[in-house]
Nanobody, 119 residues
Framework: QVQLVESGGGLVQPGGSLRLSCAASGSNFIFSLSVMGWYRQAPGKQRELVASITSSSGSTTYADSVKGRFTMSRDNDKKTVYLQMNSLKPEDTAVYYC??????????WGQGTQVTVSS
């Protein structure tokens, strides 16, 4: 079983920055071989992929809405991924979830962290 714990959410003014973290723990998984992702879900909307990072090369992909503003990274030694969010906009307000996809195809989710962008 895998546990994912997100942190770093909060209230920030438009144009501000936040850094989210997601720490993985548990058994029967190899973090370095897992594809990690950040998703978000705003009230009344479907959950959407924000960013993902591969297990091997560590290459990243981003939703068009966050390209150039958000940066995802991973530290395999710490079993942690990060999402650096800059130039935040009110439309970035959502609950942000961390996801771990094992090589077997099984996916795990964190409990989510609230990000609110408001003046």
């Amino acid at each position: 079983q895998v546990q994912l714990v997100e942190s770093g959410g909060g209230l920030v003014q438009p144009g501000g920055s936040l850094r989210l973290s997601c720490a993985a723990s548990g058994s029967n998984f190899i973090f370095s071989l897992s594809v990690m992702g950040w998703y978000r879900q705003a009230p009344g909307k479907q959950r959407e992929l924000v960013a993902s990072i591969t297990s091997s090369s560590g290459s990243t992909t981003y939703a068009d809405s966050v390209k150039g503003r958000f940066t995802m990274s991973r530290d395999n030694d710490k079993k942690t991924v990060y999402l650096q969010m800059n130039s935040l906009k009110p439309e970035d307000t959502a609950v942000y979830y961390c996801s771990l996809l094992k090589s077997s195809g099984v996916r795990f989710w964190g409990q989510g962290t609230q990000v609110t962008v408001s003046s």
